[in-house]
């Protein structure tokens, strides 16, 4: 591997790691929230605006960060306001974002290729400025976790209550939702719109698994994310596998690996 080729590499290796780190710890307050499905939600609602910004000519990654954003307020604020369900509003956006793109690819010729890279991702071929994003994100999402973490946790576990402890919940519940939005949009740039979710909920699915408390929850979330992140592209590496589908499927095995054994742990304390 030359130079060139090896600061490519790991310029895509260090943006993927920001992204795992910041999905697996976002990722968890969703779940425990259950609003695992707005990953989903609202990354194929996402589609729509990285077809706008490839026909305006303008950087889909940026453009798409503040469109994602924009829809995950909007999707907080009709819940707050309209008293709707969270599913309800997630597939209301999940149908307009896969509509407005379809009616943008449908009419405009050329886009295919670059469309492709955002379908399936990109892991490593991330460019400084994607880096540079990921990074920031990440920072921010580690310093929100940090300084709102006692009121994040009446958030998810007793709003009521934190209410009348005087935590601002509303705000605290715009601020989860607008940075989950913005790591959704990060979750495409490396898995693609398909397996994006995947980065957001499964780290945290296993984590809860085996951790006793929140704190350790979150830690343990981060930690499968990156081993997954690991050996999913060494896997790809050396069996010339696509790194996002590698990465998945790791994170998938490590889950299953994480069931069977508290499982197997479970009977094994029943019969003693």
Excluded: W
């Excluded at 425990?32 to 989903?40: F, S, T, V, Y």
């Excluded at 994310?225 to 050396?238: E, N, P």
């Excluded at 590698?246 to 029943?270: D, E, N, P, Q, Y």
Aim: hydrophobic content about 60%.
């Amino acid at each position: 591997m030359d130079l060139f080729s090896y600061s490519l590499f790991l310029e895509g290796f260090l943006s993927a790691f920001f992204i795992a780190l910041s999905t697996a710890l976002i990722g968890l307050f969703l779940l425990i929230k259950r609003l695992a499905m707005l990953g989903a939600g609202l990354s194929h609602a996402a589609f729509g605006g990285i077809a706008l910004a490839l026909v305006l000519n303008i950087d889909p990654m940026i453009f798409t960060l503040f469109y994602t954003v924009v829809l995950g307020l909007s999707v907080q604020f009709l819940v707050d306001k309209k008293s709707l369900p969270a599913d309800t509003v997630v597939a209301l956006f999940f149908s307009l974002g896969v509509a407005l793109a379809i009616i943008i690819l449908g009419t405009t010729d050329n886009l295919g290729t670059n469309v492709f890279s955002y379908l399936f991702g990109s892991m490593l071929t991330a460019s400084k400025t994607d880096l540079m994003i990921s990074f920031t994100i990440f920072l921010i999402t580690l310093s929100f976790i940090l300084l709102n973490y006692r009121g994040l946790l009446f958030v998810c576990f007793n709003e009521e209550l934190g209410k009348l402890r005087g935590i601002r919940v509303k705000a605290l519940n715009y601020a989860l939702i607008a940075l989950a939005s913005a790591n959704i949009v990060l979750s495409i740039k490396a898995v693609g719109l398909v397996l994006s979710a995947s980065f957001i909920s499964i780290p945290a699915m296993t984590s809860l698994m085996v951790s006793s408390s929140f704190l350790q929850s979150l830690l343990f979330s981060a930690g499968f994310s990156f081993f997954s992140l690991f050996f999913g592209i060494a896997l790809s590496l050396f069996f010339d596998l696509p790194p996002s589908g590698a990465v998945v499927v790791c994170m998938v095995l490590i889950f299953l690996i994480v069931s069977f054994g508290k499982l197997t742990r479970k009977r094994f304390s029943k019969a003693s």
